[in-house]
């Protein structure tokens, strides 16, 4: 076989990665003319390391000489080995080292400005050196290809492959074969390859793909991709490097080209690379990950210093990073970026930054990552008490301040002057932070808007955050009349001047991108940097949740015990309310539940698989609550335990008489939050309502069992829990009860590649909405102008608004149904349109803004009563036939998938008149059981279980066994015994559901523990009414 062309080898392509190093600002050195210039034992490049100290620190180097003359550089290395071995490369680089009373810098790092020509000076005096087939070993004389070296401390290293011989997982398993941190026969440590103390980082590298790593472990190294992403043509990318552009030569030139750049690589040592410190086992111990930047992390921090150092404050910049993109890291780079960001003219662009996340509860993961990069004192300040806290951080100019969104509309009062300051803005989950009151009030804060202009900015109302109460408002100024504090409104409703929006989300909404995107080629807004959870996916970050979608469906038939006449809609909801809670469909539920974690998820994580069980109401947990802990204990299983998790208290007379909370259904927690108490040994099952379904990390998350409808953005979020890695973890499950697989998976499919909009939404809809409401007969326009002017006065009385409001209230409570309930929704529409829009485009226009304060305030005085809105009509049902049934199990192919645009808002109005016609409650009932009921046989009815009800309740050995046991040895005694007689007897009459009975374990274990708990509290319940 002819010998491959030498263009192709390991050396040409060493050669020519050289020679652009070599080019640019690097020393290239070898192991034939350096070998004895390196020392193996201190694993240093000694000839640098003295050249930069001598050169730049000749005053310390003298008085480090006068105590260790006649041997100082002997000494100095070992003492530079010694820091090393103690605090690691990245802190002697970073902070030097002191010796008596000398003082040394190790390396000198790009100063923010150019105020001091010597930092200049000494940067540029930095020596960056690259070694090839450097010999590192003391036991034997195996090379490295490349180590690189800054003042002669190590940092990286460097295997490289070239694909047409061999591959990057060549390049691995050699690194976990042949480059061990201790010598496989002495067991000796090999210096260089100390985790910390001396390379940082390593790359496998081939001339297609780069994987790093920054601890070498053997065969247990983990190594991640480090590539650019292959374009997939919609805004998105594939694992992998797209091919070299031209004049590169191969796809992974940015390595050495971009990564290894004189200016980028010392900005990575400096300001990138940072140990993350976790406690263990309940702060006994610590674990620490060096943790370096992905390539998709160093590239949006660097492009958008380079946009935000020219473009300044005022503009918006969009971040659509996938869960698993390590978006806390980036945003607290970012953070700490800007906040010692300056211009070309050694101006600061930013006075303060502002980290926002969107939860009340600070997010302590974001907190503490922002804080791990910056340990001065008074650089970081997390506003975890309450909003004085913020006010005063801003007065003070803190640098990177961390808060929540909902500390701001209480800041009027404390904060002023802010106009002139600049401030970055950077956004966590930005599609759920710039909506609404507290959004608003923030723009107002930070551009000094009177808080009773600022007011005009919000919605309907906010409330204060617990332990603060809504202050008076500060005097208006004299000179101001309501026309100025109009315009002033609209000026509080535009994007600041001063500020500038850095905005993640893993999941932009339409309006997001609208809000923060950027024009795209074809004029519709699109992000700045996107990280696609396709790339995510196929890089091994987040795993795919729809890979195992078992998909189940409820069929039942209902029966109108009375016949009346009701409101049909209403009814239609009632009717579908009382199927999904009915206690039989739950009970039901909860035996596949139940079993399919026992035997497809239990085993898995070593035995610490979490499942989640997504409900769609507080009532639906409380009762899943209560009928898995019941089925549990009936099974005698003992090795898994649930909580519930929702907000608030819950009343449901159905279940017991005293309201639930999540406190006295997690009594074991102690008053332990249940995402808390969901990390201990044995709590297997959490059942949530409208809580964790976004922000919840839970690595150890392996099923989701989904009973409620879910779509868009929150299917993906809700389905997202279950993403994330974990040793051992693969393959997750979803199990879901109600939602169409196809309707799941397009919900998916704008956010695998990149989150595009059809079109902008048309900023005349607001327009059209105003004549609309206009023309409905409900308020004047003397009255707008009459409520504005009251509004808008510096002086106004709070009390005296109200009755500009009463005639407008008054007429639209004389219109018909229909009408009131058309033009309700029109003007929510036109409140959150405007409040949308109004930061887009620049409408100034005061008749808008009179009609949104208007708006405003009238909606809650003709809001719809949810409780009239409700129809009970329990009494009036019942459910005769049940069966849930497994539909099928699929794999969802995202890949596949067509990725459709996100739609904008495109109608001027949603308001539509329905009419809630009268129609007798058995028609209604009939249309229902058309829908949901299928197929359905004798062998679903639920009567049948009333049936066996009734003949055990007339047996006098379970009567007296009842009134002298609990009900635990009630179940235990002879019941399963005379519960099996009468299924028998009764198959003449049943036969396909006794069978069904009979043949399966599960259902009769079920059917049995839940008639055992129905006919002991009967046969309690009539004795004690006989005692009485």
């Known amino acids: 076989m002819p010998e491959l062309s030498n263009v192709h080898t390991e050396k040409v392509f060493e050669d020519e990665v050289c020679a652009h190093l ?84 190790l390396c000198q790092f790009r100063p923010a400005h150019q105020k001091n020509p010597k930092l200049r000076e000494a940067y540029d005096a930095n020596r960056l050196t690259v070694i090839r087939q450097l010999h590192f070993s003391l036991h034997d004389e195996r090379s490295l290809d490349l180590t690189l070296f800054v003042n002669g401390l190590p940092v990286a290293t460097a295997e490289l492959k070239t694909d047409l011989t061999q591959n990057v997982q060549d390049a691995i398993r ?31 590298v081939s001339t297609d793909e780069v994987f790093m790593t920054t601890r070498l472990a053997g065969p247990d190294t983990v190594f991640l991709p480090f590539n650019l992403g292959r374009p997939d043509g919609f805004g998105g990318a594939s694992a992998g490097n797209p091919p070299a552009p031209k004049g590169k030569g191969y796809p992974t030139w940015y390595l050495w080209e971009r990564v290894w750049a004189r200016d980028t690589w010392l900005d990575i040592l400096g300001n990138f690379l940072h140990v993350s410190r976790r406690e ?43 869960a698993g993109s390590g978006k806390s890291n980036s945003i607290a780079w970012c953070a700490h970026r800007l906040a010692a ?71 009027h009062q404390k904060v002023a002057g802010l106009s002139d300051r600049r401030f970055a803005l950077i956004i966590d989950e930005a599609h759920s932070s710039q909506s609404g009151a507290a959004a608003q009030k923030l723009r ?27 202050e008076e408002e500060a005097p208006a100024p004299d000179d101001e009349d309501g026309e100025d504090a109009i315009n002033r409104a609209i ?67 209902l029966a109108a015990a009375a016949d009346k006449e009701v409101p049909e809609r209403r009814a239609k909801r009632a009717l579908a309310r009382y199927a999904h809670l009915h206690p039989h469909n739950i009970a039901q539920k909860v035996v596949v539940i139940v079993e399919h974690f026992r035997a497809h998820v239990a085993a898995k994580l070593a035995g610490r698989a979490r499942a989640m069980v997504v409900t769609n109401s507080r009532v639906a947990a409380v009762r899943y609550k209560l009928a898995m802990d019941r089925y549990i204990k009936d099974q005698r299983y003992t090795d898994m335990k649930t909580l519930v998790a929702f907000s608030g208290r819950v009343a449901d007379p159905d279940s017991g008489p005293d309201e639930f909370s999540e406190s006295n259904m997690n009594p074991q927690l102690h008053g332990l939050d249940p995402a808390q108490g969901f990390q201990e040994e044995g709590y297997r099952v959490l059942i949530v309502a409208n809580k964790y379904q976004t922000g919840f990390d839970a690595p150890l ?119 009131a309930d058309t ?138 066994q009842a009134t002298s046991n609990t009900e635990e040895q009630f179940a235990l005694g002879d019941f399963k015994a005379i519960f099996t007689d009468i299924v028998l007897d009764g198959q003449e009459g049943h036969n396909a559901i006794a069978n069904q009975i009979l043949k399966d374990e599960h259902t009769f274990a079920a059917m049995q523990g839940m008639l055992a708990r129905l006919v002991y509290a009967a046969f309690r319940e009539a004795r004690d009414r006989a005692g009485r």
């Open 823 to 960: 033009f309700r929704k029109d003007l929510g529409t036109f409140l959150r349109l405007y409040d949308f829009l109004s930061q887009i485009i620049p409408y100034n226009d005061p008749d808008l803004e009179k009609r949104y304060v208007f708006g405003k305030n009238l909606m809650p005085r003709i809001a719809a009563d949810d409780s009239q809105d409700a129809l009970q009509i329990d009494a009036d049902v019942r459910l005769t036939h049940y069966r849930l049934q497994r539909l099928g199990e699929q794999s969802l192919d995202l890949a596949s998938g067509e990725s459709q645009p996100l739609q904008p808002v495109s109608e001027a109005g949603t308001g539509k008149a329905y009419t809630d016609e009268q129609r007798r409650l058995a028609e209604i009932v009939e249309k229902m059981n058309d829908l949901f009921s299928g197929d359905l046989s004798e062998a679903d009815m639920v009567g049948y279980v009333t049936t066996i009800k009734g003949k055990l309740l007339e047996n006098p050995t379970l009567a007296a």
């Open 280 to 322: 263990t086992e309940g702060g006994k111990s610590f674990s620490e990950t060096l943790i370096f930047p992905r390539y998709h992390q160093l590239d949006v921090v660097t492009r958008l210093m380079a946009a935000a150092r020219s473009e300044g404050p005022g503009h918006s910049y969009l971040i659509q990073h996938s």
């Open 491 to 557: 000026t509080a409703r535009a994007r600041p001047a001063n500020c500038a929006y850095f905005a993640f989300t893993a999941t932009p909404k339409n309006k997001t991108l609208e809000l923060f995107g950027r024009p795209g080629e074809d004029g519709t807004p699109v992000a700045f940097h996107i990280y696609s959870m396709r790339q995510a996916i196929e890089e091994g970050f987040i795993l795919d949740v729809l890979k195992n979608y078992v998909s189940y469906k409820a069929f039942y038939k």
């Open 341 to 411: 960001l300056h211009t070309d003219r050694d101006e600061r662009v930013f006075d303060s930054v502002i980290v926002i996340t969107d939860r009340r509860v600070l997010d302590r993961q974001l907190q503490d990552t922002v804080r791990q990069f910056e340990h001065k004192a008074g650089v970081v300040e997390a506003i975890d008490e309450n909003s004085q806290q913020l006010a005063h951080a801003l007065a003070d100019g803190t640098p990177i301040i961390v808060t929540t969104l909902q500390k701001f509309p209480f800041i």
């Open 174 to 204: 050699q690194y976990k074969t042949d480059r061990l941190p201790r010598d496989v026969k002495t067991r000796e440590v090999e210096a260089l390859l100390q985790f910390k103390t001396r390379a940082l980082v390593h790359f496998a």
């Open 701 to 819: 998350l392996q099923a989701m069992y989904v009973d409620k409808r879910l779509a868009g953005v929150l299917a993906v979020q809700t389905l997202s829990r279950l993403n994330r890695t974990y040793p051992g973890k693969d393959n997750p499950f979803v199990l879901d009860f109600v939602n169409d697989p196809q309707e799941i998976l397009q919900s998916f499919t704008p956010y695998y590649r990149a989150a595009r909009l059809e079109e902008v939404t048309d900023p005349n809809i607001v327009h059209e909405l105003q004549t609309k409401l206009d023309q409905a007969p409900v308020y004047l326009s003397s009255e707008i102008e009459a409520f504005a002017q009251a509004f808008f006065n510096p002086k106004r009385q709070q009390a005296g608004l109200h009755a500009y409001l009463k005639p407008a209230a008054d007429r639209f409570r004389a219109l018909p149904e229909e009408e």
């Open 444 to 470: 107002a804060a930070l551009t000094s808007v009177p808080p009773q202009v600022a007011e005009a900015a919000g919605t309907y109302t906010v409330e204060a955050p617990a332990g603060e109460s809504l």
């Open 22 to 105: 070599a080019a640019h600002g690097w020393s290239v050195r070898t192991h034939l003319k350096d070998a004895t210039a390196y020392s193996r034992e201190l694993a240093l490049f000694p000839d640098d390391l003295l050249a930069f100290v001598q050169t730049t620190q000749p005053d310390e180097w003298t008085k480090f000489r006068k105590w260790h003359n006649g041997e100082t550089e002997t000494v100095f290395l070992k003492r530079v080995a010694e820091q090393l071995d103690r605090h690691g490369t990245l802190y002697l680089l970073r902070h030097g080292f002191k010796d008596r009373d000398a003082r040394f810098t």
